[in-house]
């Protein structure tokens, strides 16, 4: 999701880039779309430690599981 969004935001940034041709379009790009870029970036960082996070999370879940029907306890 969030690489998709990046590839959109980098498009747009540089065709803005593309045309800018005085300090006030430069500012303009260094100082809303760069964040803007940084902030996707800490997003789908955060978005790829939650998914491990959460793969993690079901594995020990199946194997807690696991080790109720390994000893044939079953679900009440």
Same mark, same amino acid.
């Given at each position: 999701?969030? *690489? @998709?969004?990046? %590839?959109?935001?980098?498009?747009?940034?540089?065709?803005?880039?593309?045309? =800018?041709? @005085?300090?006030? %379009?430069? +500012?303009?790009?260094? $100082? =809303?779309? +760069?964040?803007? /870029? #940084?902030?996707?970036?800490?997003? &789908?960082?955060? +978005? #790829? *430690?939650? /998914?491990? /996070?959460?793969?993690? !999370? @079901?594995? !020990?879940? $199946? $194997?807690? /599981?696991? =080790?109720?029907? +390994? &000893?044939?306890? &079953?679900? =009440?």
């Amino acid at each position: 999701m969030f *690489d @998709d969004v990046m %590839g959109l935001m980098a498009a747009c940034a540089n065709r803005f880039n593309a045309g =800018v041709r @005085d300090g006030f %379009g430069t +500012s303009i790009a260094n $100082e =809303v779309l +760069s964040p803007i /870029q #940084e902030n996707i970036a800490c997003l &789908r960082s955060f +978005s #790829e *430690d939650y /998914q491990r /996070q959460v793969t993690a !999370i @079901d594995g !020990i879940l $199946e $194997e807690a /599981q696991n =080790v109720g029907t +390994s &000893r044939g306890e &079953r679900d =009440v």
